[in-house]
């Protein structure tokens, strides 16, 4: 062994000895409310609006604190399959749920006769959300009662009750409950790969709390075998491995350039993908022939690529594998064509893993709440930061130089003080959410679990995939990842930057803690 992997060795040891969990803050309580039935007509509840200017899609409405979290789809792997019933049901307890009423949600699933019909699975997978619920509420011990119950009907298929039941003994203490916990969730065939691997991280972290040393490296390696998502680009970090990226371009010959030069369908599809027609451009992509085979998708793809429409790229590239059976990380991680009109004066990376997150690089994206563009940006967001009247979001250059600037001027905040989680928390749900939540957590050092702890799932989302993003761009461009390393010794990702002048432009060279 190096003398430099020996260091990271005993450093990440010394970390993980260092561990420390923190306590979650109760939230508003429970509005009391007659139990009615899921055939019920529901108002949604007016969403806080934020007194702070500017925030993007996800953001362009605060999540209330009381609107905690909810299972996402990406919790269970693609593969399950589940009743129209449950959808039904599932929307009706989210609506409870978003409303911070998870007693009301408990008691309405348990009575209504809809529910009762529902597979054993099916209920426990909602009942599951509610528990999350209380956790995120700051009411550890019902969390706990109620994910229990789930675990010993389902805890193999339904994963999220044993990531809560391990969140909620996490933070009584009982860390051997804990790891157990979060080992089923690893383990669970129906756990997407996000949530195997942080069940798996977090079994590594509890197992060594727990004094179940020979355990840890097992589950940091269950994590890394995810290296597209959070908790595995940490866990690699971790372990000290590389990132096995494919940086590779596909091959398009002569002949087939030209045979797509000529084709009116894929001619037609970068139109309307230029045009930010999406549906328009995947309608015509489809009808074209060239997805007929993977060898016609890898050309297509290549042509794209080389025509610098990263819109329609990133949608290819979730379809594309090379012959050896490996995604194209050149496409899923496309650059963006467009710049700031004043060149970059934040980190390239970050703005492009919040295009990548917000808009996926379609210039003409507009949300229902009006943001629009690139980087997903309200009118109002744009008059605060770019103080001028008229300004045209749905120009490329000009939405990411307003972007970068919000992204610069929240860093420089104090509330966020240039840690990266907090600026993606911010740029989701908006300042004013960022402040709140974290007084409510206020007792809560731990960096990891801040964020498992913040009350929106959009948010808890957002902020890993934009910081997973990050990292893999940061990578693709050549330059360190001090803020994943940062993260990987359960450190806050600190963005600090360092800057040289070239010309009379000046340049983000590097961040470093």
């Not at 590594?204 to 390696?221: H, I, L, P």
């Not at 990380?329 to 009109?341: F, H, T």
Request: a positive charge; charged letters at 25%.
């Amino acid at each position: 062994m190096h003398n430099d992997e020996k260091k990271r060795s005993i450093r990440m040891t010394l970390v993980i000895l260092c561990l420390v969990g923190g306590v979650v803050c109760g939230a508003a309580g429970v509005g009391s409310a007659t139990i009615g039935t899921l055939s019920s007509s529901l108002k949604k509840p007016d969403l806080t609006r934020d007194s702070n200017a500017g925030r993007s899609l996800g953001a362009a409405t605060e999540t209330s604190t009381s609107q905690i979290g909810i299972v996402l789809p990406e919790d269970y792997s693609a593969d399950v399959k589940l009743s129209a019933g449950y959808h039904l049901v599932c929307k009706t307890v989210r609506d409870h749920l978003r409303q911070g009423r998870p007693t009301y949600a408990l008691k309405l699933l348990n009575s209504d006769p809809m529910a009762k019909k529902l597979k054993n699975s099916e209920f426990d997978r909602i009942k599951a959300q509610i528990a999350q619920s209380y956790l995120i509420e700051g009411k550890i011990d019902r969390a706990a009662t109620v994910a229990e119950q789930v675990v010993q009907r389902s805890g193999k298929i339904v994963p999220l009750a044993g990531w809560v039941a391990g969140q909620s003994a996490w933070r009584k203490g009982d860390f051997g409950r804990a790891a157990d916990m979060f080992a089923l969730t690893a383990r669970s065939k129906e756990a997407s790969p996000w949530l195997a691997s942080g069940g798996a991280f977090w079994a590594s972290r509890a197992s060594f709390r727990a004094g179940r040393y020979s355990d840890v490296r097992e589950w940091q390696e269950k994590a890394a075998q995810y290296p597209r998502t959070f908790y595995g680009m940490v866990a690699l970090k971790a372990l000290g491995r590389n990132y096995d990226f494919n940086w590779d371009m596909p091959d398009l010959g002569f002949t087939d350039k030209a045979d797509l030069d000529n084709s009116p369908s894929i001619q037609e599809s970068i139109h309307q993908a230029r045009q930010g027609n999406m549906s328009g451009a995947i309608n015509a992509l489809s009808k074209s022939g060239w997805l007929a085979s993977p060898e016609k998708r890898e050309q297509v793809l290549a042509y794209v690529i080389d025509h610098k429409v990263p819109a329609l790229v990133l949608y290819l590239a979730r379809r594309t594998k090379s012959k050896e059976g490996r995604f194209y990380d050149l496409a899923l991680y496309p650059e963006s064509p467009w710049e700031p009109k004043a060149g970059y004066q934040v980190d390239k990376a970050i703005v492009h893993a919040l295009i990548r997150q917000e808009s996926r690089f379609n210039p003409h994206a507009t949300s229902g709440m009006g943001a629009t563009g690139l980087m997903q940006l309200l009118p109002s967001t744009a008059k605060y930061v770019a103080r001028v009247e008229n300004v045209s979001l749905k120009d490329p250059s000009e939405n990411i130089d307003i972007g970068q600037k919000y992204v610069g001027q929240l860093m420089r905040d104090p509330l966020v003080n240039n840690d990266l989680f907090k600026m993606a928390v911010a740029y989701n749900a908006g300042p004013g959410n960022l402040s709140r939540w974290k007084k409510q957590l206020k007792d809560i050092d731990d960096p990891l679990l801040f964020i498992e702890s913040i009350p929106s799932s959009e948010t808890r989302a957002f902020v890993e995939r934009v910081m997973v993003n990050y990292w893999i761009y940061r990578t693709r461009m050549g330059l360190d990842t001090p803020s994943l390393e940062a993260v990987a010794s359960l450190d806050k990702p600190d963005y600090v930057r360092i800057a040289r002048n070239i010309g009379n432009s000046v340049v983000a060279m590097a961040y470093r803690n």
